[in-house]
């Protein structure tokens, strides 16, 4: 079946304004994780799901950000009040099971742009 | 803090030579380790993963790496890489003492030339 979908693929946003990311994971996966890639900064976790629980957001960089997942399934990632710190490439992954015990299958990103 | 280190940011090396990327975790008790690779312009991929059994794992197109316990290390091998191993290498670990979150290195930026 089809991969790790997440949308959308770029945004651009002006500082201040709220944006939404979202992300299928493939079917049947339990777990999805939210990470943020930055130039020169690696991948940085955000959050991790297991079902619709978020066990783990010790990753949230501020309270701008939230994360919610329905279903079980899709995810959407929530930045409030933009600022240009937030540029990046956001990372989605889901995987069987518990999460850290199975490898993870990515998206390909949304690459944001705060100007 | 709880950590995972990739010693080198940037790579560049000849066709044929040998690559060893490092990668140190400072997490106690049970791990699970993997090595992930980011083409350009593709998304991250598995190459291989270590649970448990023997240290020394082979993934796809030969690479292959070490879980040594008593340093905490999990370096990765090839014995001669190809132009079409240029890519972004990252370290990933899970701890079982930190949850089931998988905490990557910085990554390392491989680049062989023809």
């Known amino acids: ?115 | 803090a709880q950590s995972v280190s990739q010693h080198n940011h940037h790579v560049i090396l000849s066709e044929a030579a040998s690559l060893e990327l490092g990668c140190n975790y400072s997490y106690g008790g049970t791990v699970n380790l993997f090595w992930y690779v980011q083409y350009p312009g593709q998304h991250l991929q598995l190459l291989l993963k270590y649970f448990s059994g023997d240290p020394l794992v082979k993934g796809i197109k030969g690479f292959e790496a070490e879980f040594i316990k008593s340093k905490f290390s999990f370096n990765l091998r090839k014995p001669s890489v190809q132009w079409s191993d240029t890519a972004e290498y990252f370290c990933a670990v899970n701890a079982r003492a930190a949850g089931n979150k998988l905490t990557f290195g910085g990554g390392t930026r491989v680049l062989v030339k023809p």
């Open chain 1, 1 to 115: 079946g089809a991969g790790v979908s997440q949308s959308p693929s770029n945004k651009v946003t002006e500082k201040g304004k709220d944006v939404e990311l979202r992300c299928d994971p493939i079917s049947g996966h339990t777990a999805l994780y939210w990470y943020r890639q930055s130039l020169g900064q690696g991948l940085e976790f955000l959050i991790y799901f297991q079902g619709n629980s978020a066990p783990d957001k010790s990753g949230l960089p501020s309270d701008r950000f939230s994360a919610e997942r329905t279903g079980g399934s899709v995810s959407t990632l929530t930045i409030q009040r933009t600022q240009q710190e937030d540029s990046a490439v956001y990372l989605c992954a889901s995987s069987w099971g518990q999460g850290g015990d199975s490898p993870l299958h990515f998206g390909n990103g949304t690459r944001l742009t705060v100007t």
